[in-house]
């Protein structure tokens, strides 16, 4: 019997979904689009199979959620049939964003992964000592990490290597953020870094805004810049078999965490959900393309980890 050599990568791209959200394409679009896949590569207990090219780059979809991202990406490592031990692993995809971080078509390199579910909340009934401190915060007995600082000498080399991608924008895009006084969401999209706040649920609205940042000042990552749903999975996976360090995060807003003043967040939501996704979904594609080009282009200094000084 002969055994398949596994298949090394250099990186691997991990967008969330497949399906199209109204008009707009799939997280996972553009890389079939552009990327010539050489084979594909089926792991059991991944949510996708592997599409891999000639130049060790694979894209797969993890899956909505954290549980489908950490169980995905946890089988792609222990798969015999891929050697991912010196892969950079890149999320790839759209996000909510904080008005006060960036704005509409912005892209952001997370610096630090936070977990939105997994906390200590009380609801203020009036009582005594309603009033004197938080009504949210981290586990007091939690012995679990609920934030993921990444690799700062990555996020810094990718933001280097980022620095001249030319953001899409849209006439719409402009004039919705017109809406918004804070100054960072009227501005025109750029890369940014920030912290990702990651979520089992799709919230909006100015409350839940506000308890996203007591939770993250608690953490000590606050302000947060992007909420989506996948990345404290893929975090988690990632630290369980020794890769975090090689982890980038890159997330594209594609709409507020909130509504704009004098619309109800149910409004908001109708509205804008869907509109601009697209767009998001290009620019995380030119951002994580960028780096991956950049890794795979010089891969004997990155071989081994960050180099000290990159070009």
Same mark, same amino acid.
């Given at each position: 019997?002969?055994?398949?050599?596994?298949?090394?990568?250099?990186?691997?791209?991990?967008?969330?979904?497949?399906?199209?959200?109204?008009?707009?394409?799939?997280?996972?679009?553009?890389?079939?689009?552009?990327?010539?896949?050489?084979?594909?590569?089926?792991?059991?207990?991944?949510?996708?199979?592997?599409?891999?090219?000639?130049?060790?780059?694979?894209?797969?979809?993890?899956?909505?959620?954290?549980?489908?991202?950490?169980?995905?990406?946890?089988?792609?490592?222990?798969?015999?049939?891929?050697?991912?031990?010196?892969?950079?692993?890149?999320?790839?995809?759209?996000?909510?964003?904080?008005?006060?971080?960036?704005?509409?078509?912005?892209?952001?390199?997370?610096?630090?992964?936070?977990?939105?579910?997994?906390?200590?909340?009380?609801?203020?009934?009036?009582?005594?000592?309603?009033?004197?401190?938080?009504?949210?915060?981290?586990?007091?007995?939690?012995?679990?990490?609920?934030?993921?600082?990444?690799?700062?000498?990555?996020?810094?080399?990718?933001?280097? #290597?980022?620095?001249?991608?030319?953001?899409?924008?849209?006439?719409?895009?402009?004039?919705?953020?017109?809406?918004?006084?804070?100054?960072?969401?009227?501005?025109?999209?750029?890369?940014?870094?920030?912290?990702?706040?990651?979520?089992?649920?799709?919230?909006?609205?100015?409350?839940?805004? #506000?308890?996203?940042?007591?939770?993250?000042e608690g953490y000590g990552v606050g302000p947060?810049?992007?909420?989506?749903?996948?990345?404290?999975?893929?975090?988690?996976?990632?630290?369980?078999?020794?890769?975090?360090?090689?982890?980038?995060?890159?997330?594209?807003?594609?709409?507020?965490?909130?509504?704009?003043?004098?619309?109800?967040?149910?409004?908001?939501?109708?509205?804008?959900?869907?509109?601009?996704?697209?767009?998001?979904?290009?620019?995380?594609?030119?951002?994580?393309?960028?780096?991956?080009?950049?890794?795979?282009?010089?891969?004997? #200094?990155?071989?081994?980890?960050?180099?000290?000084?990159?070009?």
């Amino acid at each position: 019997m002969t055994h398949e050599s596994p298949v090394e990568l250099r990186a691997l791209v991990l967008p969330a979904f497949s399906f199209e959200w109204g008009d707009a394409p799939s997280e996972l679009a553009p890389w079939l689009d552009r990327y010539d896949v050489a084979r594909e590569i089926a792991v059991p207990g991944a949510a996708d199979a592997v599409r891999c090219t000639d130049r060790g780059i694979g894209v797969a979809t993890t899956g909505m959620g954290k549980a489908q991202a950490a169980a995905t990406v946890t089988a792609l490592h222990r798969s015999p049939r891929l050697d991912l031990s010196r892969a950079y692993v890149v999320t790839a995809g759209v996000a909510g964003g904080s008005p006060s971080a960036g704005t509409i078509g912005s892209v952001f390199l997370a610096d630090a992964v936070a977990d939105w579910d997994r906390k200590f909340r009380w609801d203020p009934d009036g009582g005594e000592g309603d009033g004197e401190g938080p009504t949210i915060g981290p586990l007091p007995f939690d012995p679990e990490p609920a934030v993921y600082r990444l690799n700062a000498d990555l996020v810094a080399a990718a933001r280097r #290597a980022t620095a001249d991608v030319t953001l899409r924008d849209l006439p719409e895009a402009r004039a919705y953020r017109e809406r918004y006084p804070q100054e960072a969401a009227r501005g025109a999209p750029a890369v940014e870094v920030g912290t990702t706040l990651c979520g089992d649920e799709f919230w909006h609205g100015e409350r839940l805004a #506000a308890a996203a940042e007591e939770l993250v000042e608690g953490y000590g990552v606050g302000p947060h810049a992007t909420t989506e749903m996948e990345d404290y999975g893929t975090a988690l996976a990632l630290d369980r078999v020794g890769r975090l360090d090689r982890y980038l995060n890159v997330r594209a807003v594609a709409n507020f965490d909130r509504p704009a003043p004098g619309q109800s967040a149910r409004e908001s939501i109708d509205e804008d959900v869907e509109a601009f996704v697209g767009l998001a979904v290009e620019n995380a594609f030119r951002v994580a393309s960028a780096f991956v080009e950049h890794v795979t282009g010089r891969w004997e #200094a990155y071989r081994d980890g960050v180099p000290s000084h990159p070009e």
